[in-house]
Protein backbone atom coordinates (compact mmCIF):
# COMPACT_ATOMS: atom_id res chain seq x y z
CA UNK A 1 0.00 0.00 0.00
CA UNK A 2 1.33 2.81 -1.18
CA UNK A 3 -1.12 5.79 -0.53
CA UNK A 4 1.05 8.21 1.31
CA UNK A 5 4.07 7.49 -1.37
CA UNK A 6 6.87 10.53 -1.50
CA UNK A 7 4.62 12.19 1.05
CA UNK A 8 6.31 14.62 3.74
CA UNK A 9 4.20 13.96 7.46
CA UNK A 10 5.36 15.95 10.08
CA UNK A 11 3.99 14.02 13.40
CA UNK A 12 3.44 16.41 16.54
CA UNK A 13 3.34 14.39 19.44
CA UNK A 14 1.67 16.27 22.25
CA UNK A 15 1.88 15.00 26.21
CA UNK A 16 -0.73 12.63 27.04
CA UNK A 17 -0.78 9.01 27.74
CA UNK A 18 -1.74 8.21 24.04
CA UNK A 19 1.55 9.54 23.34
CA UNK A 20 3.01 6.01 23.26
CA UNK A 21 0.56 5.21 20.45
CA UNK A 22 2.62 7.80 18.15
CA UNK A 23 5.26 5.03 17.89
CA UNK A 24 3.02 2.59 16.18
CA UNK A 25 1.59 5.87 13.96
CA UNK A 26 5.00 6.26 12.76
CA UNK A 27 5.08 2.40 11.39
CA UNK A 28 1.80 3.14 9.72
CA UNK A 29 2.80 6.10 7.96
CA UNK A 30 5.56 4.59 6.59
CA UNK A 31 3.92 1.29 5.57
CA UNK A 32 1.83 3.51 3.25
CA UNK A 33 4.92 5.22 1.90
CA UNK A 34 5.50 8.51 3.61
CA UNK A 35 8.71 9.98 5.22
CA UNK A 36 8.20 10.89 8.94
CA UNK A 37 9.42 14.05 10.74
CA UNK A 38 8.52 14.10 14.67
CA UNK A 39 7.84 17.21 16.62
CA UNK A 40 7.22 16.62 20.25
CA UNK A 41 6.33 19.28 22.61
CA UNK A 42 7.86 19.45 26.30
CA UNK A 43 4.83 17.40 28.07
CA UNK A 44 5.00 14.44 25.18
CA UNK A 45 8.55 13.67 26.31
CA UNK A 46 7.41 12.66 29.83
CA UNK A 47 5.08 9.93 28.40
CA UNK A 48 7.85 8.84 25.66
CA UNK A 49 11.57 9.13 24.78
CA UNK A 50 12.96 11.46 21.52
CA UNK A 51 15.07 8.66 21.03
CA UNK A 52 11.99 6.09 20.87
CA UNK A 53 10.43 8.51 18.50
CA UNK A 54 13.56 9.14 16.03
CA UNK A 55 14.61 5.56 16.00
CA UNK A 56 10.97 5.00 14.30
CA UNK A 57 10.72 7.75 12.09
CA UNK A 58 14.83 7.20 11.22
CA UNK A 59 15.04 11.32 11.33
CA UNK A 60 16.29 13.48 14.25
CA UNK A 61 13.43 14.68 16.43
CA UNK A 62 12.87 18.05 16.81
CA UNK A 63 11.77 19.84 20.13
CA UNK A 64 13.34 22.72 20.61
CA UNK A 65 12.42 25.90 18.98
CA UNK A 66 15.31 28.13 20.06
CA UNK A 67 17.82 25.37 19.90
CA UNK A 68 20.65 26.84 17.57
CA UNK A 69 21.98 24.19 16.47
CA UNK A 70 19.01 22.11 15.60
CA UNK A 71 18.11 25.44 14.02
CA UNK A 72 21.29 25.50 12.07
CA UNK A 73 20.74 21.75 10.47
CA UNK A 74 16.53 22.42 9.78
CA UNK A 75 15.53 25.64 10.70
CA UNK A 76 11.71 25.60 11.94
CA UNK A 77 10.54 27.32 8.78
CA UNK A 78 12.60 25.45 6.85
CA UNK A 79 10.67 22.38 8.72
CA UNK A 80 7.24 24.02 8.44
CA UNK A 81 7.75 24.43 4.42
CA UNK A 82 8.94 20.29 4.43
CA UNK A 83 5.51 19.04 5.72
CA UNK A 84 3.21 18.08 3.10
CA UNK A 85 0.76 17.83 6.05
CA UNK A 86 0.89 17.88 9.92
CA UNK A 87 -0.56 15.38 12.23
CA UNK A 88 -0.77 16.41 15.63
CA UNK A 89 -1.49 12.97 17.81
CA UNK A 90 -2.12 12.49 20.65
CA UNK A 91 -3.81 16.25 20.41
CA UNK A 92 -4.16 17.15 24.12
CA UNK A 93 -6.80 19.97 25.50
CA UNK A 94 -3.80 22.08 25.92
CA UNK A 95 -2.75 22.32 22.80
CA UNK A 96 -5.75 22.43 21.04
CA UNK A 97 -6.11 25.36 22.98
CA UNK A 98 -3.14 27.08 21.96
CA UNK A 99 -3.66 26.32 18.36
CA UNK A 100 -6.87 27.98 18.22
CA UNK A 101 -5.28 30.59 20.08
CA UNK A 102 -2.82 31.04 17.47
CA UNK A 103 -0.08 31.20 20.21
CA UNK A 104 3.43 30.62 18.79
CA UNK A 105 5.60 29.75 22.80
CA UNK A 106 6.94 26.31 21.63
CA UNK A 107 8.04 24.70 18.36
CA UNK A 108 5.25 22.97 17.28
CA UNK A 109 2.77 26.14 17.92
CA UNK A 110 5.49 27.78 15.57
CA UNK A 111 5.44 25.13 13.26
CA UNK A 112 1.68 25.00 12.58
CA UNK A 113 1.06 28.73 12.30
CA UNK A 114 4.54 28.90 10.14
CA UNK A 115 3.07 26.05 7.86
CA UNK A 116 1.14 26.53 4.33
CA UNK A 117 0.23 22.71 4.59
CA UNK A 118 -2.74 21.09 6.44
CA UNK A 119 -3.07 20.26 10.15
CA UNK A 120 -4.68 17.53 11.73
CA UNK A 121 -5.14 16.68 14.84
CA UNK A 122 -6.36 13.42 16.74
CA UNK A 123 -7.46 14.54 20.13
CA UNK A 124 -6.95 12.42 22.93
CA UNK A 125 -7.83 13.24 26.59
CA UNK A 126 -10.14 12.40 29.47
CA UNK A 127 -13.88 12.49 28.79
CA UNK A 128 -14.67 15.60 30.74
CA UNK A 129 -12.16 17.50 29.68
CA UNK A 130 -13.04 16.86 25.85
CA UNK A 131 -17.02 17.92 26.79
CA UNK A 132 -15.83 20.81 28.72
CA UNK A 133 -17.21 23.73 26.60
CA UNK A 134 -13.87 25.94 26.40
CA UNK A 135 -12.46 22.12 24.30
CA UNK A 136 -15.45 22.33 22.52
CA UNK A 137 -15.44 26.12 21.80
CA UNK A 138 -11.53 25.37 20.56
CA UNK A 139 -12.54 22.96 18.79
CA UNK A 140 -15.25 24.30 16.41
CA UNK A 141 -12.39 27.40 16.08
CA UNK A 142 -10.21 24.71 14.42
CA UNK A 143 -12.90 23.03 12.39
CA UNK A 144 -13.62 26.51 11.24
CA UNK A 145 -9.89 27.16 10.38
CA UNK A 146 -10.02 23.52 8.23
CA UNK A 147 -8.22 21.85 10.65
CA UNK A 148 -8.94 17.86 10.11
CA UNK A 149 -10.60 16.36 13.56
CA UNK A 150 -9.83 12.85 13.72
CA UNK A 151 -11.90 11.27 16.49
CA UNK A 152 -12.04 11.19 19.13
CA UNK A 153 -12.66 7.88 19.98
CA UNK A 154 -15.18 6.33 22.59
CA UNK A 155 -14.62 3.68 25.49
CA UNK A 156 -12.63 2.90 28.13
CA UNK A 157 -9.90 5.08 29.05
CA UNK A 158 -6.46 5.50 30.99
CA UNK A 159 -7.97 7.30 33.90
CA UNK A 160 -10.73 4.56 34.81
CA UNK A 161 -13.54 6.81 32.83
CA UNK A 162 -15.83 5.83 30.29
CA UNK A 163 -16.68 8.05 27.03
CA UNK A 164 -15.25 10.17 23.98
CA UNK A 165 -11.76 10.97 24.17
CA UNK A 166 -9.54 8.26 23.05
CA UNK A 167 -6.98 8.76 20.67
CA UNK A 168 -8.30 6.66 17.30
CA UNK A 169 -6.02 3.65 16.68
CA UNK A 170 -2.36 4.22 14.49
CA UNK A 171 -3.90 2.04 11.46
CA UNK A 172 -7.58 4.43 11.44
CA UNK A 173 -5.06 7.91 11.61
CA UNK A 174 -2.84 6.72 8.93
CA UNK A 175 -5.79 5.88 6.81
CA UNK A 176 -7.45 9.42 7.34
CA UNK A 177 -3.96 10.92 6.94
CA UNK A 178 -3.91 8.96 3.54
CA UNK A 179 -7.47 10.47 2.70
CA UNK A 180 -6.06 14.43 3.42
CA UNK A 181 -4.62 13.94 0.06
CA UNK A 182 -7.33 12.72 -1.92
CA UNK A 183 -9.01 16.31 -3.59
CA UNK A 184 -11.24 14.59 -6.17
CA UNK A 185 -11.09 17.54 -8.46
CA UNK A 186 -10.46 15.11 -11.32
CA UNK A 187 -13.13 12.46 -10.68
CA UNK A 188 -13.25 10.42 -13.91
CA UNK A 189 -11.40 12.23 -15.71
CA UNK A 190 -8.76 10.23 -17.99
CA UNK A 191 -5.15 11.63 -18.07
CA UNK A 192 -1.97 10.17 -19.89
CA UNK A 193 1.32 11.91 -19.61
CA UNK A 194 4.17 10.75 -21.12
CA UNK A 195 7.92 10.92 -18.71
CA UNK A 196 11.12 10.17 -18.75
CA UNK A 197 13.96 10.59 -21.83
CA UNK A 198 13.73 8.63 -25.07
CA UNK A 199 16.66 6.20 -26.25
CA UNK A 200 17.74 6.34 -29.98
CA UNK A 201 19.54 2.94 -30.62
CA UNK A 202 22.80 3.51 -32.96
CA UNK A 203 23.20 -0.18 -32.73
CA UNK A 204 21.83 -3.10 -30.69
CA UNK A 205 24.38 -1.67 -28.35
CA UNK A 206 23.82 2.16 -28.16
CA UNK A 207 22.28 5.23 -28.29
CA UNK A 208 21.33 8.78 -27.87
CA UNK A 209 19.41 9.72 -24.94
CA UNK A 210 19.62 12.99 -22.49
CA UNK A 211 19.30 13.43 -18.79
CA UNK A 212 15.58 13.18 -17.54
CA UNK A 213 15.25 11.35 -14.94
CA UNK A 214 10.91 10.99 -15.50
CA UNK A 215 10.50 12.52 -11.67
CA UNK A 216 8.31 15.45 -12.78
CA UNK A 217 5.98 13.41 -14.94
CA UNK A 218 5.96 10.38 -12.58
CA UNK A 219 4.77 12.83 -9.27
CA UNK A 220 2.46 14.64 -12.11
CA UNK A 221 0.79 10.77 -12.59
CA UNK A 222 0.96 10.60 -8.45
CA UNK A 223 -0.66 13.99 -8.19
CA UNK A 224 -3.65 13.20 -10.83
CA UNK A 225 -4.34 9.66 -9.15
CA UNK A 226 -4.70 11.72 -5.69
CA UNK A 227 -7.28 14.03 -7.73
CA UNK A 228 -9.15 11.06 -8.79
CA UNK A 229 -7.78 10.60 -12.12
CA UNK A 230 -7.43 7.66 -13.84
CA UNK A 231 -3.90 7.63 -15.20
CA UNK A 232 -1.76 6.09 -17.97
CA UNK A 233 1.71 6.62 -17.73
CA UNK A 234 3.99 6.12 -20.80
CA UNK A 235 7.39 6.10 -19.45
CA UNK A 236 10.64 6.16 -21.32
CA UNK A 237 13.66 4.11 -19.45
CA UNK A 238 13.79 5.71 -16.01
CA UNK A 239 14.63 3.57 -12.77
CA UNK A 240 11.74 5.16 -10.62
CA UNK A 241 8.80 2.81 -9.05
CA UNK A 242 5.20 2.95 -10.60
CA UNK A 243 2.95 4.93 -8.46
CA UNK A 244 0.01 2.58 -6.83
CA UNK A 245 -2.93 2.71 -9.26
CA UNK A 246 -1.18 3.85 -12.35
CA UNK A 247 -1.58 1.73 -15.45
CA UNK A 248 2.04 2.08 -16.92
CA UNK A 249 3.01 1.03 -20.25
CA UNK A 250 7.47 1.18 -20.69
CA UNK A 251 8.51 2.40 -23.98
CA UNK A 252 12.15 3.02 -25.61
CA UNK A 253 12.19 5.23 -28.68
CA UNK A 254 10.27 8.55 -29.47
CA UNK A 255 8.59 6.39 -32.35
CA UNK A 256 7.40 3.41 -29.60
CA UNK A 257 5.86 6.18 -27.47
CA UNK A 258 4.10 8.06 -30.34
CA UNK A 259 2.58 4.93 -31.08
CA UNK A 260 1.80 4.10 -27.28
CA UNK A 261 0.65 7.96 -26.98
CA UNK A 262 -1.49 7.46 -30.07
CA UNK A 263 -2.93 4.64 -28.82
CA UNK A 264 -4.10 5.83 -25.43
CA UNK A 265 -6.80 8.59 -27.26
CA UNK A 266 -9.06 6.74 -27.41
CA UNK A 267 -9.80 7.44 -23.75
CA UNK A 268 -7.86 10.34 -22.88
CA UNK A 269 -9.83 13.92 -21.70
CA UNK A 270 -5.69 15.35 -20.93
CA UNK A 271 -2.40 14.76 -22.05
CA UNK A 272 0.41 15.84 -20.01
CA UNK A 273 3.01 15.98 -22.67
CA UNK A 274 6.42 15.74 -19.87
CA UNK A 275 8.91 13.35 -21.17
CA UNK A 276 12.06 14.82 -22.58
CA UNK A 277 11.64 12.98 -26.52
CA UNK A 278 15.01 12.99 -28.70
CA UNK A 279 14.63 15.39 -31.03
CA UNK A 280 16.17 13.01 -33.34
CA UNK A 281 16.97 9.23 -34.03
CA UNK A 282 19.96 8.08 -36.28
CA UNK A 283 18.76 7.13 -39.52
CA UNK A 284 19.09 4.06 -39.42
CA UNK A 285 19.76 1.61 -36.56
CA UNK A 286 22.58 -1.34 -37.84
CA UNK A 287 21.46 -5.27 -36.68
CA UNK A 288 25.04 -5.65 -35.49
CA UNK A 289 27.47 -3.73 -33.31
CA UNK A 290 29.62 -0.98 -35.42
CA UNK A 291 33.07 -2.14 -35.09
CA UNK A 292 35.54 0.98 -34.42
CA UNK A 293 38.11 1.27 -38.08
CA UNK A 294 38.03 4.95 -39.37
CA UNK A 295 39.27 7.54 -36.82
CA UNK A 296 35.96 9.74 -37.59
CA UNK A 297 32.06 8.39 -38.31
CA UNK A 298 29.35 10.14 -38.57
CA UNK A 299 25.98 9.11 -37.85
CA UNK A 300 22.57 10.59 -39.77
CA UNK A 301 19.83 11.99 -38.13
CA UNK A 302 16.59 12.25 -39.14
CA UNK A 303 13.55 13.93 -37.17
CA UNK A 304 11.58 12.20 -34.79
CA UNK A 305 7.81 13.01 -34.55
CA UNK A 306 6.73 15.58 -32.10
CA UNK A 307 4.35 13.71 -30.51
CA UNK A 308 2.17 16.38 -28.73
CA UNK A 309 1.47 18.41 -31.85
CA UNK A 310 0.45 15.11 -33.03
CA UNK A 311 -1.78 14.83 -30.27
CA UNK A 312 -2.82 18.36 -29.99
CA UNK A 313 -4.32 18.20 -34.05
CA UNK A 314 -5.76 14.51 -33.53
CA UNK A 315 -9.35 14.40 -34.27
CA UNK A 316 -9.92 12.81 -30.74
CA UNK A 317 -7.91 15.83 -29.42
CA UNK A 318 -7.89 16.20 -25.51
CA UNK A 319 -6.92 18.75 -22.98
CA UNK A 320 -3.59 19.64 -24.34
CA UNK A 321 -0.47 20.15 -21.59
CA UNK A 322 2.88 20.48 -22.97
CA UNK A 323 6.22 21.39 -21.09
CA UNK A 324 8.77 23.74 -21.96
CA UNK A 325 12.80 23.04 -20.94
CA UNK A 326 14.64 26.71 -21.69
CA UNK A 327 17.87 27.94 -20.70
CA UNK A 328 17.15 31.83 -21.92
CA UNK A 329 13.97 33.99 -22.38
CA UNK A 330 12.02 30.61 -20.65
CA UNK A 331 8.68 32.40 -20.73
CA UNK A 332 8.53 33.72 -24.20
CA UNK A 333 10.10 31.10 -26.02
CA UNK A 334 7.21 28.73 -24.04
CA UNK A 335 4.54 31.27 -25.17
CA UNK A 336 5.78 30.61 -28.11
CA UNK A 337 6.05 26.93 -28.37
CA UNK A 338 1.65 27.14 -26.59
CA UNK A 339 1.26 28.83 -30.21
CA UNK A 340 3.52 26.32 -32.80
CA UNK A 341 2.52 23.23 -30.85
CA UNK A 342 -1.29 24.40 -30.71
CA UNK A 343 -1.32 23.80 -27.13
CA UNK A 344 -3.85 25.09 -24.41
CA UNK A 345 -1.46 25.18 -21.55
CA UNK A 346 2.27 24.80 -21.21
CA UNK A 347 4.68 25.01 -18.05
CA UNK A 348 8.03 26.53 -18.61
CA UNK A 349 11.13 25.86 -16.57
CA UNK A 350 14.68 27.27 -16.43
CA UNK A 351 16.41 23.85 -17.13
CA UNK A 352 19.95 26.34 -16.77
CA UNK A 353 19.45 26.53 -13.26
CA UNK A 354 21.09 23.19 -11.73
CA UNK A 355 18.82 23.24 -8.72
CA UNK A 356 15.83 22.97 -10.51
CA UNK A 357 16.18 21.39 -13.59
CA UNK A 358 16.72 18.02 -15.00
CA UNK A 359 17.74 15.06 -12.58
CA UNK A 360 17.03 17.54 -9.75
CA UNK A 361 14.08 16.53 -6.97
CA UNK A 362 12.95 20.73 -7.22
CA UNK A 363 11.26 22.79 -9.53
CA UNK A 364 10.05 26.00 -9.78
CA UNK A 365 7.63 26.62 -13.53
CA UNK A 366 5.73 29.17 -15.22
CA UNK A 367 2.32 27.99 -15.81
CA UNK A 368 1.12 29.83 -19.51
CA UNK A 369 -2.18 29.41 -21.20
CA UNK A 370 -3.76 31.75 -23.49
CA UNK A 371 -5.23 34.30 -21.76
CA UNK A 372 -2.50 34.20 -18.44
CA UNK A 373 0.34 33.02 -16.50
CA UNK A 374 1.32 32.21 -13.29
CA UNK A 375 4.82 31.71 -11.61
CA UNK A 376 4.80 28.66 -9.00
CA UNK A 377 7.89 29.00 -6.81
CA UNK A 378 10.25 26.34 -6.09
CA UNK A 379 9.07 23.38 -4.47
CA UNK A 380 9.95 19.58 -4.28
CA UNK A 381 8.52 17.69 -7.91
CA UNK A 382 5.80 16.27 -5.44
CA UNK A 383 4.45 19.60 -3.88
CA UNK A 384 4.82 21.19 -7.47
CA UNK A 385 3.05 18.70 -8.89
CA UNK A 386 -0.21 19.18 -6.79
CA UNK A 387 -0.29 22.78 -7.77
CA UNK A 388 0.28 21.96 -11.81
CA UNK A 389 -2.71 19.64 -11.35
CA UNK A 390 -4.97 22.49 -9.91
CA UNK A 391 -4.01 24.81 -12.45
CA UNK A 392 -4.63 22.39 -15.08
CA UNK A 393 -7.97 21.15 -14.14
CA UNK A 394 -9.19 24.62 -13.57
CA UNK A 395 -8.11 25.56 -16.95
CA UNK A 396 -9.87 21.90 -18.66
CA UNK A 397 -12.87 22.59 -16.68
CA UNK A 398 -13.19 26.75 -17.60
CA UNK A 399 -12.64 24.93 -21.33
CA UNK A 400 -15.01 22.45 -21.39
CA UNK A 401 -17.47 25.14 -20.30
CA UNK A 402 -17.34 27.54 -23.24
O1 LIG B 1 9.99 21.29 -28.80
P1 LIG B 1 10.30 20.99 -27.39
O2 LIG B 1 11.01 19.68 -27.21
O3 LIG B 1 10.96 22.07 -26.62
O4 LIG B 1 8.85 20.86 -26.71
C1 LIG B 1 8.67 20.34 -25.46
C2 LIG B 1 7.28 19.72 -25.35
O5 LIG B 1 6.99 18.95 -26.51
C3 LIG B 1 7.22 18.74 -24.19
O6 LIG B 1 5.89 18.75 -23.71
C4 LIG B 1 7.58 17.42 -24.84
O7 LIG B 1 7.06 16.31 -24.12
C5 LIG B 1 6.92 17.57 -26.21
N1 LIG B 1 7.62 16.87 -27.31
C6 LIG B 1 7.00 15.79 -27.93
N2 LIG B 1 7.62 15.16 -28.98
C7 LIG B 1 8.80 15.58 -29.43
C8 LIG B 1 9.45 16.68 -28.81
C9 LIG B 1 8.82 17.29 -27.75
O8 LIG B 1 5.91 15.40 -27.51
N3 LIG B 1 9.38 14.95 -30.45
Not at 216 to 235: C, D, H, K, P, R
Not at 299 to 316: C, F, G, T, W
Amino acid sequence: MQQLNNKQILLGVTGGIAAYKAAELIRRLQDFGAEVRVVMTKGAQEFITPLTLQALSGNPVHYDLLDTEAEAAMGHIELARWADLVVVAPASADFMARLASGQADDLLTTLCLATDAGIAIAPAMNQAMWRDSSTQANLQTLIDRQVAIFGPGDGSQACGDIGPGRMLEAATLAEMTADQFQSRELDGISVVITAGPTREAIDPVRYISNHSSGKMGFALAQAAIEAGASVTLIAGPVSLATPDRVQRIDVESAEQMHRATLDSLAKCDIFIGAAAVADYRPATSVKQKIKKSVDTMSIELVRNPDIISAVASHKQRPFTVGFAAETQDVVSYAKGKLVKKNLDLIIANDVSNAEIGFNSDNNAVTVIWNKGEKALPTASKQQLSRCLLKEISQSYKENQAT
